[in-house]
């Protein structure tokens, strides 16, 4: 199993430029999130889904998009990059259990100009 | 939502000596998970607590659950340059399922 993966590792974007960051998991989870990490932060939920069809906001939501059409992909979508948007992006999954664990993806590094 | 603060926000320490981050909570908590993030990775699951009072061991780390549930605290015992990262707890929401993190402990080892 390849786990949880994220594409791509690192992106430079335009402020104003939209973009779409890639998760994809094969572990058949239906519980899949998406963090953002920021220094002194932590990591800070943006969007999570339960399954697919079904989303939903968490934290830090605003400028950002989500879908899940199938079980395995999470795309987060940036429609118009700002530079408060520069941090490290992580997708997660998890088995249905509330009590299961979170696997994260390796994270995209991306910078906002 | 749950809310969580975890101090400190830096330790450094020789190696071979303990180190402890401890995460509090104004609430009661459900559970408590604990994370490990090496400096340019990803969060790795380290363990779950759920029980009032529960201690639970892996090696040389010792994780605790407060006996009223709204605090917790991992313990290193004689650390190793293989524990440099960040440690992070994590709280379940039982309602929304959501995860929430405190702001971490990052861990440097003065070899």
């Known amino acids: 199993n390849a786990g949880v993966t994220q594409t791509p590792k690192f992106q430079v974007l335009k402020t104003g430029q939209s973009m779409t960051l890639q998760c994809a998991q094969d572990m058949n989870h239906e519980y899949m999130s998406w963090y953002r990490q920021d220094p002194g932060m932590g990591l800070r939920l943006i969007h999570y889904s339960v399954g697919a069809g079904i989303t939903d906001q968490g934290e830090v939501p605003n400028g950002y998009n989500v879908s899940r059409s199938t079980t395995e992909d999470f795309p987060l979508r940036l429609l118009s990059a700002a530079p408060s948007q520069t941090s490290v992006y992580f997708c997660?999954?998890?088995?249905?259990?509330?009590?299961?664990?979170?696997?994260f993806g390796p994270g995209t590094r991306l910078l906002v100009l | 939502g749950q809310q969580v603060m975890q101090i400190p926000q830096y330790q450094h320490v020789q190696e071979g000596e303990d180190f402890t981050t401890y995460c509090n909570s104004s609430?009661?908590?459900?559970?408590i998970q604990w994370y490990k993030q090496r400096p340019g990775g990803h969060p790795v699951f380290l363990i779950q607590l759920v029980k009032s009072g529960e201690v639970k061991k892996q090696k040389r780390l010792t994780f605790q659950f407060g006996e009223a549930k709204k605090n917790s605290s991992l313990h290193i015992t004689a650390t190793q340059t293989t524990d440099v990262g960040t440690y992070f707890c994590a709280v379940v929401n039982f309602g929304n399922e959501k995860l929430t993190f405190g702001t971490g402990t990052r861990l440097t080892i003065i070899p």
């Open positions: 997660a999954s998890r088995g249905p259990g509330v009590w299961e664990t979170q696997y």
């Open positions: 609430t009661t908590l459900s559970n």
